[in-house]
């Protein structure tokens, strides 16, 4: 089940199906989607069916982010459990929101839900090395480098390393 969650300026609730049209704006965007695992998409009808696969499927939750007293989607945040009490998080923001700290926020708040209300002990990101804002937002929030994986993904713009960052429950509610 996917609760809602809220933050100072966002609101965060399960993703809709008429949400493709508002994230088609990221999924779409060429520059967005360097850095994500797939190709930019082609059309609307590929967004609404990219976000269908991707909903009610065990262990995993996304939500869309809302700027409060808003109802259009302008990001995702989501988390997956590897295992338990270890998730995996992953976010994505349309290019008119980035830059103004809403992933920051968003992913706090989901961090917030992860270690303090449901009692996680690990929570992990994988990223492009490339992708500098990832990187930064990581490092911003406490994330520790913790490797890399050389030629671990063949995406639509080769094949690719990733790093994975780690943060734990302990460093979270301490900071």
């Known amino acids: 089940m996917t609760p809602p969650l809220e933050s100072a300026r966002l609101t ?14 990221a999924f779409g965007d060429e520059a967005t989607m360097r850095w994500w695992s797939s190709a930019p998409h082609a059309t609307l009808d590929e967004t609404r069916t990219y976000l269908s696969t991707r909903t009610d499927q065990p262990g995993q939750r996304g939500w869309v982010m809302t700027v409060k007293g ?3 989607a302008i990001g995702t945040v989501w988390a997956g459990e590897r295992r338990a009490g270890v998730s995996e998080i992953g976010y ?11 992933a920051r926020e968003g ?12 009692g ?7 990223t492009d090395p490339d992708n500098a804002s990832s990187n930064a937002l990581l490092t911003r929030l406490g994330f520790t480098l913790e490797g890399r994986l050389r030629a671990e ?4 713009i080769g094949v690719r390393d990733t790093l994975l960052w780690g943060l734990l429950a302990e460093e ?4």
Not at 92 to 102: C, S
Not at 153 to 156: K, L, R
């Open 70 to 72: 808003t109802d259009r």
């Open 153 to 156: 993904w063949e995406t639509h």
């Open 120 to 126: 996680h002990r690990r929570v992990f990101a994988d």
């Open 172 to 175: 979270w509610t301490s900071r």
């Open 92 to 102: 994505m923001l349309v290019p008119g929101a980035a830059r103004q700290g809403y």
């Open 12 to 25: 965060m609730r399960a993703q809709r199906a008429d949400d493709a049209e508002a994230l088609h704006e």
């Open 107 to 118: 992913v706090s708040r989901l961090l917030d839900l992860l270690f303090s209300e449901e």
